[in-house]
């Protein structure tokens, strides 16, 4: 028979088998768990979006490079600093409310938001999401970052990319418009030259002949003015400012001198009035288109069912600025063309046959030497352009 030594000391040996068994286990259990947190680790570190944890007061606990990167801190210096720190005004709010509420499992905090980089005091844009870790000893949350820096580029490219599209789109339009315009104003008054023409090879009348010639030559007439405006509203887009010293009664008398040979200007009256205390420099080629265009808009619209045609011409100039104010009596505007009539080729009215650019150009050459310009009319009673300009000294 076994004696109880025997009996006690297999028991012992059973023993300290499990024990070794459990040891081993326990060892590869261990190694399981060090292999599964490398493994975790490697993947965090390595992870394309930022990886965080922080504590209930909202405090860093850990963080993976893509975040150190974003922030512009080392690990060893983000710990500890508060998530807060790194976010603009409205999404700290929110995330402190967050907070405040203790993250229950069920919430989930994400907001699109601007980082605070350190360095370069650049912000970044990102998706920020952030979660309560279940079964955490301590109460701890999940923060993903997501740099959308690229994602906004793009967004921004695609952006600048269709609003070039609908620009060329827009061009495009405008083109055709201006070839279907052209062409018809160029034709017109060609095809009424062509038809003069014949009519006058079979009159025997001299009169009558003499009548059609003076008819041909209105036509020409138009037809250069309508020229000389293509070419002026082309050279207005293309051509840069050129700065000069302006005198502005010089050139108001020599457009007062060429209008004086047309037969409409001769049925107005005109009212001028020019104080400049001061130099005062713009692009005085520009200044000459605004001026010209607009007194002969003012010309050509005259009223001719009034007892006088008045022109006002005001201009007040000082070292910094100039206003120039064009009032008339003539047929107005009216008041649902007001926002069309700087638009190339639009005509408010057939009472008179103009290009259709004059206006266009005005604004435009405005708008190149930094002005502004104002229109106030009243159908049947007049029109009131006035116009503020900055000395480009």
Known sequence: MRTEMQILAEKLE??????????????????????????????????????MTVNRLGLIVSANTVVCNLLGYDNYSLIGKPLNLFLNESTKRDFTSFLTQGGESNLHFKAETLLNHKLDKATIPVQLSINALKNSKDKKFLVILTDLSQIKKIQKDLDQEKAEKEALLKINEELDQFVYRVSHDLRAPLASSIGLIELAKNEPDRDKIAEYLDLQKKNLLRLEDFIGNILAFSRNSRNEITRNKISFQDIVSDLMEQFSFSEAASKVVFHT??????????????????????????????????????INLEIKVDENFGKIKISDNGIGIQQEYHEKIFQPFFRATDYNTGSGVGLALVKEAVSKIMGSVLVSSEYRKGTTFTLHIPSLK
């Not at 400049?276 to 265009?293: C, G, P, Y």
């Open 273 to 310: 009035s020019i104080c400049q205390t001061s130099d005062f420099v713009s692009d005085q080629m520009r200044v000459k288109i605004i001026l010209s265009n607009l007194i002969s808009n003012a010309i050509k619209y005259s009223d001719p069912t009034k007892d006088e045609n008045i």
């Open 14 to 51: 059973t023993h300290r088998f499990e024990l070794d068994l459990s040891v081993r286990e326990l060892q590869e259990t261990n190694q399981s768990l060090k292999e599964r947190e490398e493994y975790l680790y490697n993947m965090i570190e390595h992870a394309s979006e930022g990886i």
